[in-house]
């Protein structure tokens, strides 16, 4: 594995991600506005044969994210491993919400995980290999007061989910991470409230994640009592999903490469045949 890109680098968890990628040897692309802290991220991260690059990009302007997309896309430099981290919250009620910020959290938390990672997927299948780490949060399960935020985090549960049950067999793997509380982001300044198990380092979040995906699982969901509540929500949905795969059942339209061709029959197919 070469290539990290990761989004939302510019500071907190996508910050954690740099520097861990950075010391198991990948090279980075490091991707947000902030130039300053982008900067500042790759060159703590920075290392012997470790190349560092910064792409500034504004995920919720559509020329701006085209430039990431033709980035990871681009045959002579693939990507092996796409974070999509960057995440914009509006922070207020929705109905007291202005429509511009309404929009950013959907550009942002929805479409460009979306677009990046369409982008990122055929060049993947084609070599064999690949990996994409979707950051969600609890949030997507437990909807939080606030505007659209809770339901992006939702989508992005669902959308992981789909899309890796549909990339069995081609060497490319999804997972979905699901952080309880940081001390990043809108949580950077707070007093620490409610017990030391609700919060979360990024360093040992990053850690989980990369074991997890490792381990070929779905969904990471840190700490014991975050995790606790997602094991218990997750079980059903395993069970019916084991059952599907024991039945059989793939839909088999998702069986093909960006490029149209048919991949290998999966075993549930030709039984249904
Ligand atoms: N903090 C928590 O308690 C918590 C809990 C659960 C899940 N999470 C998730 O963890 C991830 C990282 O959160 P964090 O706490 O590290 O947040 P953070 O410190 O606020 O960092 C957010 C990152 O997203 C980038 N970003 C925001 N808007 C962007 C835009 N329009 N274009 C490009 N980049 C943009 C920011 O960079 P620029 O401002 O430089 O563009 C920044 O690097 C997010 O997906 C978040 O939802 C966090």
Not at 117 to 132: D, F, K, N, S
Request: aromatic share 4%; glycine share 8%; hydrophobic share 45%.
């Amino acid at each position: 594995m070469a290539t990290a890109l990761v989004t939302g680098a510019s500071r907190g968890l996508g910050a954690a991600f740099a520097q861990r990628l950075a010391r198991d040897g990948l090279d980075l692309v490091l991707v947000a506005r902030d130039t300053v802290g982008l900067q500042r991220v790759a060159s703590e991260a920075a290392r012997p044969g470790v190349s560092v690059e910064v792409l500034a990009a504004d995920l919720a302007d559509a020329t701006d994210r085209a430039a990431v997309e033709r980035r990871i896309a681009d045959p002579h430099r693939p990507v092996d491993l796409l974070v999509n981290n960057a995440s914009f919250e509006c922070g207020v009620d929705f109905w007291t919400a202005a429509a511009a910020p309404l929009q950013t959290e959907i550009d942002v938390n929805v479409t460009a995980v979306m677009m990046l990672t369409h982008a990122a997927l055929p060049g993947m299948i084609e070599r064999g290999q690949g990996w994409v780490i979707n950051v969600a949060s609890f949030a997507g399960y437990l909807s939080a007061s606030g505007s659209a935020h809770s339901a992006t985090k939702a989508w992005m549960l669902a959308f992981t989910d789909t899309v890796e049950a549909s990339l069995s067999g081609t060497g490319v793997r999804m997972i979905a991470l699901v952080p309880g509380r940081l001390r990043t982001g809108k949580h950077r300044d707070l007093e620490p409230v409610g017990t030391s198990l609700m919060w979360l380092d990024p360093a040992a979040v990053v850690d989980a994640c990369l074991s997890d995906l490792a381990r070929g699982r779905t969904v990471c969901t840190p700490g014991l009592l975050y995790g606790a509540v997602v094991r218990t929500l997750e079980t059903p949905r395993r069970t019916l999903r084991t059952l599907a795969r024991l039945a059989g059942h793939r839909r088999g339209y998702m069986r093909q490469d960006a490029r149209g061709h048919q991949l290998e029959t999966s075993p549930g197919r030709e039984r249904a045949q």
